[in-house]
């Protein structure tokens, strides 16, 4: 899944008052570096450091961005999203307000089958019309890369029909977006009376298709009870594997359903979700090397009262993400700065570990440590200049944003006016 369409520019970011680059150790303590800046060519990072040591011979010439000294930091990456989707399930969030609970919901025929309903009744283009604000809607606040799953179409044609849209929505946008096939995210209704048939032609229909047709880089399995048995998970995450997409697992969200333990033995890339994972799982994945991503969006949908800890699986050597989970049914949210509030506030995570968790070790959920997460020579010009200077203030104020610019490939795609307003570029 290359990119070559999105040629990158040059900018000279000056006059930053805090600049993280997420480099391995210096964001530990969420200081970072003062009166810094960053140098993009064409499209990558040339610098990023003290202003005082910038090559003034090879920024000749380059546009100027003043930051205001205000805080910079990688582009934010968005390592799990269920972004296309038709429907609205505002009344299972009521529900269980008044004491339903998801799985009661899901057997009542509510949960993921409802939006798959309205998700195949949409056409193409209703899916990316409804999408597309969605991304930029990330855009504003600061996530240049994301991830993006299908999982609501549930046969082949809505699952192509969906990562068709999560294409397009690349091309259309400045975002880099991450397809990956959740074909294994429900039994759909039609299937539930032959299950292994089902699994069958995932494995051996579905995974060809997505394949042949260059959809997907990961294939995901939900894995729980309501779902994907830890066995049907393998065969589709194996399939998957064989045929070139990287595994990833919704692993022990609602119960200990075996999700953490497959991801160990399969060595996927990252596990989500980990609620219910026991210490050996942790101890297993961490030495696979298996991210964790945790998703504390779920938490306020779904109405607990407990987050998934951060220090379990940092204890354990795990690497820890985190992300919005963004979907209808679970997390109706796309504040990943949110998520970073909840960590620190819930979680048991430290700055310099929320920080982390939505640049460089969210890259990693993705396998694209090399690239974007962090700001070094040679990784991609994604970057958020903050009104702040102060790096815990992003999390401190929740629900709301203090984005003032965004940029991609060097390339300024958001940016807030004095007034508050924000304008994006013309055609978006
Ligand atoms: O990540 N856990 C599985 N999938 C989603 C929920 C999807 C839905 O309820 O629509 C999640 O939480
Ligand atoms: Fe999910």
Redesign the pocket.
Known sequence: MKKTDKPGSSLFVRRIGRLLTMEPGEGSDGTGTQDAAVVIRDGEVLFAGPESDVDREAVRGMPILDAGQGLVTPGLVDCHT?LVFAGSRADEFEARGAGLSYEEITRRGG??IR?VESTRAASRDELFTSALPRVWMALRQGITTLEVMSGYGLNLEAELRILEVVRDLDRATPSDIVPTFLGA?AVPPEARDDRERHVDAIVKEWIPAVVEADLARFCDC?C?TVAFSRKEAGKVLRAGLEAGLIPKV?AD?LSRSGGSQLAAEIGAVSA??LDFASKNDLDAMARKGVVGVL?PG?GISLGQTRFPEGGPLLDAGMRVALST?F?????MTQNLTLMGTLAMAYMGMTIGETWAAITSSAAAALGLSHRVGRLAPGYQGDLVVFHTNEPREPFYEYGGSQVSKVVKRGVVVVQRSEEGEISLPAGT
Not at 327 to 331: E, H, L, R
Request: hydrophobic share 20%; with cysteine.
């Open positions: 269920h949960g993921i939006t995210h939900f729980e919704h969200q989500a979700h998703l779920c989970d979907n209808p049914g679970t997390s």
